[in-house]
């Protein structure tokens, strides 16, 4: 199943009551694995959880920890990128030449790299001593 795919299907498990907006995302290790991860909302705004956050949980929860690719899909006019919370939360998972691909369920894609997704994302190295 390719990434696409996975997204696609997982998003359709989305818990989005309040805003109806679903949104799936796919993640790809350097070892193949594949991860998965829908919204799910709460009453309790801004209690839920974004999609790509989901997936990166189920990642971690499986003992991986690198993103090699990430495919993320809403039905949308226009693909939409993850939220700033979630591009860091990629970022400190990732290089900056992951490519994260954005779509629409028309099939509408764009693809950027992580370091144009997050320009100057906060980094260990910020946390060094001089």
Same mark, same amino acid.
């Given at each position: 199943?390719?990434?696409?795919?996975?997204?696609?299907?997982?998003?359709?498990?989305?818990?989005?009551?309040?805003?109806?907006?679903?949104?799936?995302?796919?993640?790809?290790?350097?070892?193949?694995?594949?991860?998965?991860?829908?919204?799910?909302?709460?009453? =309790?705004?801004? $209690?839920?959880?974004? *999609? %790509?956050?989901?997936? &990166? @949980?189920?990642?971690? =929860?499986?003992? $991986?920890?690198?993103? *090699? %690719?990430?495919?993320? &899909? @809403?039905?949308?006019?226009?693909?939409?990128?993850?939220?700033?919370?979630?591009?860091?939360?990629? @970022?400190?998972?990732?290089?900056?030449?992951?490519?994260?691909?954005?779509?629409?369920?028309?099939? @509408?894609?764009?693809?950027?790299?992580?370091?144009?997704?997050?320009?100057?994302?906060?980094?260990?190295?910020?946390?060094?001593?001089?």
């Amino acid at each position: 199943m390719s990434l696409e795919e996975a997204a696609r299907s997982v998003r359709e498990n989305a818990y989005a009551p309040y805003s109806h907006f679903k949104v799936g995302a796919a993640l790809r290790t350097p070892s193949g694995q594949v991860f998965l991860g829908c919204n799910v909302e709460n009453v =309790a705004y801004p $209690e839920g959880t974004c *999609a %790509e956050a989901g997936a &990166i @949980a189920a990642m971690i =929860a499986a003992g $991986e920890s690198q993103i *090699a %690719e990430v495919y993320v &899909i @809403a039905d949308s006019p226009e693909p939409v990128s993850p939220c700033g919370g979630c591009r860091q939360k990629l @970022a400190e998972f990732s290089t900056g030449d992951m490519p994260v691909t954005m779509a629409t369920l028309d099939g @509408a894609e764009t693809t950027v790299n992580m370091r144009d997704l997050l320009p100057g994302a906060f980094a260990t190295s910020h946390m060094k001593a001089s």
